[in-house]
C-alpha cells in the first residue's frame, strides 16, 4: 500500500493490474458470525485463483480493498467476500464485517472490488477476509464452498498532532463505549477536540480524517446525546476531566473512603445480628436461593452495600444534589448508553475511572450494579431505532437477578444507611471546596466520576478487609 500518510506498517502486496469490466456486483452490511467459515465447504483445488490483495490507502472508516480473482470453471459463478476487521485490546469495539457480492462469466480474471471497514482505534486491527464460491448470493455464505483465506494485521498512524493520546488513550464513562456511534478511540477524541472549541476543518486536520467523515460522526454524536448545540456553538454534554491536579484530588477521595469503610464496617455487624434475628422470625427469607422473593438479597452483602447502599441510597443523593432525574439506561439497553449529562471523557492517565457500573430504568423499576468492565454482545434487529437493539453479556458473566421488597428490607439497609449519610455531607463539602479553588466547574459528570472512585474504593477495601464477601458474578440485577 502506497499514498498513505496514515500508513506504519503491512503485509499486503499491491498489484498493478487492470480493472476488468465489472458484470454484477452488490455490497451490504451484515451482521455476520464469525465462525460461519468454521462450517463452509472448501471448494475444490484449482476451480479459482486468487492473488494480490491491496488497499491505496489506509485510513479509518470503510474503504475499498482490490484483489484478483480468476474463475478457472466453464461456468458461471457467483462470489461473497466477507471482511472483518477486528481492534486488538478494544473489546467494546466490535469487529466491522462487510460482505460484498458478485458475478463471475466463465473463465472470467479480474481485480474485484471489496469493501472494508477500519475502526477508528489507536491499537492495531487485525483483517480476515474469506471468499466463498456460493450458489446465491442471498444464501448463507456458510453454505457455499471457501476458497481463499486471508489473515493479517495492519495499523493506522495517527497524524503527528493527534499523537498526544496514542500512549494513554483516553476513556469514556460506564457503558458509553458501547454505542455504536462512541465506540471508538475516534470518537472520544473528537469529542474531547469539540470541548477545547475546535471547529468540524480543525478536528478532520488534527485527525487526519476526511472532513465529510468527521461532519457526520459529529452528527451522529449529536443525536446520540454526546454532544448539542449551546448558543451555536457545537459543546458535549457529557464532561470532558483533564487539566486538574490528580495528586491532591486522590488523597481527598482516599480520605473519604476510608471514613466510609469504617462506619459501614461497624454497621454490618449490626446489620448481621439482626439479619438472624429476622431470618429466625420468618420476616426474612432464610433461603438464599430463592432469588423471587423479596428479601434474599439481603443475604447477598456485596451486592446490598455495593448496589443498594452506596449507589442507590448515598450515591443518589450526591448526584440528586442538583435536583435533576437521572435517567442512565437508555431504552433499556447499554448498548445504546449515552448517560446524557452524567456522562465523562477522562483525559488523565494518572488518575482511575472507577471500576462500578450503576444504572437505573424507571419505567421497569429495574436497576443494574456491576463491578470492572464486562463485554457487552450487541445485536441489531431488522430496524435502526435504539430500542431495537438487544444484548447480552460474555460467558461467565450473566446477572444475578433478584427481587427488591422495599418495605421488607427497609429496616437493616437503614442500619448500614444512617452511618454513611454524614461521610456523604462532609464529601460534598471537601469536593465543592477543591473544585471552587481550582476553578472548575462541578459538573453531573463530574459527579458521577467523584462517587465512583469513592464507591470502588470503599467497596474493595471492605473486601480486603474481609468485612463482607467477595463478588458471585461481576454484575447484579434487582427490580422494586
Avoid at 16 to 45: D, G, K, M, T, Y
Wanted: proline content about 5%; glycine content about 6%.
Amino acid at each position: 500500500m502506497t499514498g498513505s500518510k496514515f500508513l506504519v506498517r503491512n503485509k499486503f502486496s499491491k498489484v498493478s493490474l487492470r480493472l476488468a469490466p465489472l458484470f454484477f456486483a452488490v455490497v451490504s452490511f451484515i451482521q455476520f458470525s464469525p465462525n460461519s467459515e468454521i462450517f463452509a465447504r472448501e471448494a475444490e483445488p484449482g476451480a479459482w485463483e486468487v492473488s494480490g490483495f491491496s488497499m491505496d490507502i489506509l485510513s479509518w472508516g470503510v474503504q475499498i480493498a482490490k484483489i484478483k480473482i480468476v474463475n478457472n470453471s466453464d461456468e458461471y459463478k457467483f462470489v461473497a467476500a466477507v471482511s472483518t476487521v477486528t481492534s486488538q485490546d478494544r473489546p467494546h469495539s466490535p469487529p466491522r464485517t462487510y460482505q460484498s457480492n458478485s458475478f463471475f462469466l466463465p473463465r472470467e480474471t479480474r481485480i474485484f472490488d471489496l469493501k472494508i471497514e477500519v475502526p477508528g482505534n489507536l491499537t492495531p486491527a487485525e483483517v480476515k477476509l474469506n471468499i466463498y464460491d456460493v450458489i446465491d448470493t442471498l444464501d448463507d455464505v456458510a453454505l457455499g464452498k471457501r476458497f481463499y483465506s486471508l489473515l493479517d494485521t495492519f495499523r493506522v498512524d495517527p497524524p503527528e498532532p493527534m499523537k498526544e493520546f496514542v500512549a494513554k488513550p483516553p476513556r469514556a464513562s460506564g457503558y458509553m463505549v458501547y454505542n455504536k456511534d462512541f465506540n471508538t478511540d475516534l470518537a472520544i477524541i473528537v469529542a474531547i477536540l469539540i470541548a477545547r472549541g475546535k471547529s468540524s476543518q480543525e478536528i478532520s486536520e488534527i485527525c487526519g480524517y476526511d472532513l465529510p467523515k468527521t461532519k457526520k460522526l459529529i452528527s451522529k454524536m449529536g443525536r446520540r446525546g454526546f454532544i448539542g448545540y449551546v448558543r451555536g456553538e457545537t459543546k458535549p454534554l457529557l464532561s470532558l476531566i483533564e487539566n486538574y491536579p490528580e495528586d491532591k484530588l486522590a488523597p481527598l477521595i482516599s480520605s473519604s473512603a476510608q471514613d466510609m469503610t469504617e462506619a459501614l464496617s461497624g454497621a454490618v455487624t449490626i446489620y448481621r445480628r439482626r439479619l438472624a434475628e429476622l431470618v429466625d422470625s420468618k420476616v426474612v427469607i432464610g433461603d438464599t436461593a430463592q432469588t423471587a422473593e423479596g428479601t434474599a438479597l439481603l443475604h447477598r452483602l456485596y451486592l446490598v452495600v455495593g448496589g443498594i447502599v452506596l449507589w442507590e441510597k448515598l450515591g443518589m443523593k450526591f448526584l440528586d444534589s442538583t435536583g435533576e432525574k437521572i435517567y442512565l439506561l437508555d431504552n433499556e439497553t447499554p448498548c445504546y448508553s449515552s448517560m446524557g449529562k452524567w456522562g465523562s471523557i477522562l483525559n488523565n492517565p494518572a488518575a482511575p475511572l472507577g471500576d462500578h457500573y450503576y444504572y437505573m430504568d424507571y419505567s421497569a423499576r429495574r436497576r443494574l450494579f456491576g463491578v470492572n468492565t464486562s463485554v457487552l454482545e450487541c445485536r441489531r434487529r431488522t430496524t435502526s431505532q435504539p430500542s431495537t437493539f438487544r444484548f447480552k453479556f460474555e460467558s461467565g458473566n450473566i446477572p444475578k437477578i433478584f427481587r427488591y421488597d422495599t418495605t421488607r428490607t427497609s429496616e437493616l439497609i437503614d442500619i448500614l444507611v444512617q452511618p454513611g449519610l454524614e461521610i456523604l455531607s462532609r464529601f460534598e463539602e471537601k469536593v465543592t471546596v477543591f473544585f471552587n479553588e481550582n476553578g472548575i466547574e462541578l459538573t453531573l459528570g463530574h459527579r458521577y466520576w467523584l462517587w465512583n472512585r469513592l464507591a470502588t474504593e470503599t467497596l474493595q477495601n471492605l473486601v480486603d478487609g474481609e468485612v463482607i464477601e467477595n463478588r458471585e458474578g461481576k454484575y447484579q440485577i434487582w427490580k422494586s
